[in-house]
């Protein structure tokens, strides 16, 4: 059974840090790139980060770079969001995509509530 499950999300005041979590299940997890995504309230759901298969190559959105660093970890199966200096406009739901053969298999999370507010 395919799983994509994220974890590490939560209330934290501007300028602190969270650290995400996917874990993956039930598939090739290695061959796949991963992103992040992230969908405020009455929002469009954006990319925020990416990173490729073996290379292990990052992408971000221009908002966060700098401040949020997207690393995986094939042995278990784990891809993670380091999230630094958080400011309220980064309060949203984050999700974890994976995906290859340009969107053949695709694959998402559930989603984990990260809230920035003093």
């Known amino acids: 059974q395919v799983q994509l499950v994220e974890s590490g999300g939560g209330m934290v005041q501007p300028g602190g840090s969270l650290r995400l979590s996917c874990s993956a299940s039930?598939?090739?997890?290695?061959?796949?790139?991963v992103k992040w995504y992230r969908q405020a309230p009455g929002k469009e759901r954006e990319l925020v980060a990416g990173?490729?298969?073996?290379?292990?190559?990052?992408t971000y959105e221009d908002s966060v770079r700098g401040r949020f660093t997207v690393s995986r970890d094939n042995a278990i199966n784990m891809v993670y969001l380091q999230m630094n200096n958080l400011k309220p406009e980064d309060t949203a739901v984050y999700y974890c995509?994976?995906?290859?053969?340009?969107?053949?298999?695709?694959?998402w999370g559930q989603g984990t509530q990260v809230t920035v507010s003093s």
């Open positions: 995509n994976a995906v290859r053969f340009k969107g053949l298999n695709d694959y």
């Open positions: 039930g598939f090739i997890f290695s061959t796949y790139s």
């Open positions: 990173i490729t298969s073996i290379r292990g190559s990052t």
